[in-house]
């Protein structure tokens, strides 16, 4: 009875605290999560109703949270979690949209186990593929011009992944508000992002940091030896505007 009274109480937390997205109550809710998993199948089981519930009533408020219990419940050791979690989410809970017919399954796969360096490249050579395909050229690398082309369903997309597979750590939207939090003063971005140390530039790849000890925003990596003007265009697109971001669901 006490085991579930505490389920209970911490559950209770966990729903009045999801909707807050500041960072004491994000790292409370990280900690409640994983409370809640460690408390067994009964706990898992309220965690997986809950997401459900919120991703087919609540898509737009899906966020790292979320992504984190997705995580751990594919990490369950109970067959009937595994079970619902494959008949739910077996694409994930980021739904895979493309403007462009463009697979993004091994971006989400990279990104679920965490291996950061392999989804940075992964995702230039995505929004290259974009680039080629709505500018009609073979160029493998962005060009600052290519960026006003790329649809804002791809970037949401790949934005998405990364944010909610990162514990709300890295992604565009999260680069694009420490850059406006800095009065788009690029040299105090780079340093609040680690993409330069001793006001010199980290060398690739030995140099960066490749895992949740890094500082928020410091992936996906953008040359910054070639100017900012491909980051600036991609902070300046119009997917970022609350009125144009898509229909997700």
């Known amino acids: 009875m006490q085991r579930k009274n505490i389920l209970d109480e911490q559950f209770s937390q966990l729903e009045s605290l999801l909707e807050n997205y500041d960072d004491l109550s994000i790292s409370l809710q990280?900690?409640?999560?994983?409370?809640?998993?460690d408390l067994g199948l009964n706990g898992q089981q309220k965690l997986l109703q809950k997401l459900i519930f919120d991703y087919f009533n609540k898509s737009d408020l899906i966020n790292c949270i979320h992504g984190f219990i997705f995580e751990l419940l594919l990490k369950s050791t109970y067959p009937p979690i595994i079970q619902v979690v494959n008949q739910y989410f077996y694409h994930g809970i980021v739904p895979l949209k493309s403007a462009c017919n463009i697979d993004y399954l091994t971006l989400q796969q990279l990104l679920l186990k965490q291996q950061f360096q392999k989804a940075d490249h992964m995702t230039h050579l995505k929004l290259c593929e974009l680039a080629q395909i709505q500018g009609n050229h073979a160029r493998e690398w962005l060009y600052f011009t290519d960026v006003s082309l790329l649809p804002a369903l791809d970037l949401y997309t790949i934005d998405k992944l990364w944010s909610i597979h990162s514990r709300g750590l890295f992604g565009i939207s999260i680069q694009r508000k420490i850059w406006l939090s800095s009065d788009s003063d690029w040299n105090k971005f780079w340093d609040k992002i680690g993409w330069k140390v001793n006001e010199l530039p980290r060398r690739y790849p030995q140099e960066f940091i490749w895992n949740l000890n890094a500082p928020p925003?410091?992936?996906?990596?953008?040359?910054?030896?070639?100017?900012?003007?491909?980051?600036?265009?991609?902070f300046m697109h119009p997917v970022w505007n609350e009125k144009q971001k898509p229909i997700y669901l």
């Open 30 to 37: 990280f900690k409640l999560v994983q409370n809640i998993y």
């Open 217 to 234: 925003g410091h992936l996906p990596l953008f040359n910054q030896l070639r100017g900012v003007q491909v980051l600036s265009a991609l």
